[in-house]
Every structure is written in structure tokens, then in C-alpha cells.
């Protein structure tokens, strides 16, 4: 995962209060456990960026054993990922 727990947890924060103090959002619930559950959803999203970004590196290798060092590896993993993200409906 590209950001560490603390960083989760800081930019979760950033983002509730500025929902609070544009008056974007009305909790329903302790903001300790709103931010929990931001924090939660955040995490799984990452997670799940991950796996995508394993599974696409997998392709790229099984394509470069293919076709050899003759392609652009960064614009081709892009480009698999890009095609795993459509496939699945993801949004990222």
C-alpha cells in the first residue's frame, strides 16, 4: 500500500472537516466512528488497488516473455491496468 496507516488517518480527517465546515455533510454518528468507517473504506480501496497492480504486473510479464524488452513496460502496465479497471467496473 502506497500510504501508511497515519497517513490514512490524516488525510480521512482533512476530509471530514472540511465536509463539516463547508456543511456538506450531518453526522449520524460519533466522529470517531465516522472516521473509522472512512478510514475502513479507505484501506479497502487501497487494498484492492494492490491486488489490481500485482495482477496487472503478472499480465505485463507474461507479455513481455512474449514479445521480449521491444515494449515500453511503465506505458504497457498502464495500459493493462487501464483494461483490468474497465473489465471489472472498477472505479479508482
Known amino acids: 500500500m502506497r500510504?501508511?496507516?497515519f497517513q490514512i488517518q490524516m488525510v480521512?480527517?482533512?476530509i471530514l472537516q472540511t465536509l463539516?465546515?463547508?456543511?456538506?455533510?450531518i453526522l449520524k454518528k460519533s466522529e470517531p466512528e465516522?472516521?473509522?468507517k472512512m478510514e475502513e473504506i479507505f484501506t479497502a480501496d487501497l487494498k484492492i488497488e494492490d491486488a489490481l497492480n500485482?495482477?496487472?504486473e503478472?499480465?505485463?510479464?507474461?507479455?513481455t516473455a512474449k514479445m521480449g524488452d521491444k515494449i515500453d513496460r511503465q506505458k504497457m502496465f498502464?495500459?493493462?491496468?487501464?483494461q483490468l479497471i474497465k473489465d471489472r467496473?472498477?472505479?479508482?
Do not use: D, F, H, W
Open 34 to 36: 465516522v472516521l473509522k
Open 20 to 25: 463539516k465546515t463547508r456543511q456538506l455533510v
Open 78 to 82: 498502464q495500459m493493462i491496468k487501464k
Open 58 to 63: 503478472k499480465l505485463l510479464e507474461a507479455y
Open 12 to 14: 480521512s480527517q482533512k
Open 89 to 92: 467496473g472498477l472505479v479508482i
Open 3 to 5: 500510504l501508511k496507516p
Open 54 to 56: 500485482i495482477e496487472a
